[in-house]
Nanobody, 124 residues
Framework: QVQLVESGGGLVQAGGSLRLSCAAS????????MGWFRQAPGKEREFVAA????????YYADSVKGRFTISRDNAKNTVYLQMNNLKPEDTAVYYC?????????????????WGQGTQVTVSS
């Protein structure tokens, strides 16, 4: 069992940066792939980024490539999402999720554990 708690969301102007954190409980965190997803009002939840257990392999949605960076610190049971050059279309609730299968890809169904989400609002 893994419990996830996101933090770091907020209001930022376009072009600004935010760093999201996701703290995980559970001894098996380091074995799981981790992902970040987002959901804007009236839209489906969409994949943002994912990282394998070792941190050596990452995967990004085309919409955030070159602007967002996912990383993890297994010693701290924490995964991060550094978001730079934010755009108004990045506004959404951001969720972290854990994939016990270690796949680190975009399929929502592969992620068994989810956090409660943190709001990111980017003003123009």
């Amino acid at each position: 069992q893994v419990q996830l708690v996101e933090s770091g969301g907020g209001l930022v102007q376009a072009g600004g940066s935010l760093r999201l954190s996701c703290a995980a409980s559970g001894r098996t965190f380091s074995r799981y792939a981790m992902g970040w997803f987002r959901q804007a009002p009236g839209k489906e939840r969409e994949f943002v980024a994912a990282i394998r257990w070792s941190g050596g392999s990452t995967y990004y949605a085309d919409s955030v490539k070159g602007r967002f960076t996912i990383s993890r610190d297994n010693a701290k049971n924490t995964v991060y999402l550094q978001m730079n050059n934010l755009k108004p279309e990045d506004t959404a609730v951001y969720y972290c999720a854990a994939d016990p299968g270690g796949r680190a890809r975009e399929r929502v169904a592969w992620y068994d554990y989810w956090g409660q989400g943190t709001q990111v609002t980017v003003s123009s």
